[in-house]
């Protein structure tokens, strides 16, 4: 079965600083999806990035960027010049690219950040 | 443009008493999930809708839960009678896939209704 593990569940990083966050999954599949979404205190899920598995190339969204190694099944999410409003829950998410498939979500870390 | 619509924001019943959700998705969008996200966790795929069509309802607990979108466009989700464990954030998403292998595209979700079960 598909899994997505988020091992660290507390974060926190100074204003204007670099902040990494960990996701692995696993899966059988070779095609495949993988998402970081951020859920403020509104609780409104907001998707901050996407990579497609087969790409090399990491994603990249303004100041944020993944770091995908698909060998490993890694998929790390890193937000540079954090601000403070990047605090949020920030889950992982996986969906495989077949017919009625489901997102598979990890639990999510809680960024902090410090002014 | 609009984003997803969700009513009411906040619900507070007994248990064994029924409630009601409400979701209004982005115009054009086929495709409407609901989810329920107990603190703590992840959301969790309860149905999801293409049109007014059932893909996927494995997960939904059909002995209390119910869904329907009529007319392909808005969607209510029912729970009859609640439990405890009910207390949770119910989210509704959609997205503008029309069917077949999922390629990637963005959910977009609501607010959610945050429902506590006393």
């Known amino acids: 079965a598909q899994t997505v593990t988020q091992s660290q569940p507390e974060m926190s990083v100074q204003e204007a600083e670099t902040v990494t966050l960990s996701c692995t999954y696993d899966?059988?599949?070779?095609?495949?999806?993988l998402f970081w979404y951020k859920q403020p205190p509104s609780r409104q899920m907001i998707l901050v990035i996407r990579?497609?598995?087969?790409k090399q190339q990491n994603a990249t969204e303004n100041r944020f960027s993944v770091n995908f190694q698909k060998a490993a099944k890694s998929f790390s999410l890193k937000i540079s010049d954090s601000q403070l409003g990047d605090a949020a829950m920030y889950f992982c998410a996986y969906r495989a690219a077949g017919n009625n498939r489901k997102l598979i979500w990890g639990l999510g870390t809680s960024l902090a950040v410090n002014p | 443009e609009a984003g997803v619509a969700q009513s009411p924001r906040y619900k507070i019943i007994e248990k064994r008493q029924s409630v009601a959700f409400w979701c209004n998705p982005i115009?054009?969008?086929?495709?409407l999930y609901w989810y329920q996200q107990i603190l703590g966790q992840g959301p969790k795929l309860l149905i999801q809708?293409?049109?007014?069509?059932?893909?996927?309802d494995s997960q939904l607990p059909k002995d209390r839960f119910s869904a329907e979108r009529l007319k392909g466009v808005d969607s209510t989700l029912k729970i009859q009678p609640a439990k405890l464990e009910d207390s949770a954030v119910y989210l509704c998403?959609?997205?503008?896939?029309?069917?077949?292998?999922?390629?990637?595209?963005?959910?977009?979700f609501g607010s959610g209704t945050q429902l506590s079960v006393l």
């Open positions: 899966t059988s599949e070779s095609d495949y999806y």
């Open positions: 809708f293409q049109n007014n069509g059932v893909v996927d």
């Open positions: 990579q497609e598995a087969y």
């Open positions: 998403a959609s997205s503008s896939r029309q069917g077949g292998k999922f390629s990637g595209e963005k959910l977009f």
């Open positions: 115009s054009g969008h086929a495709t």
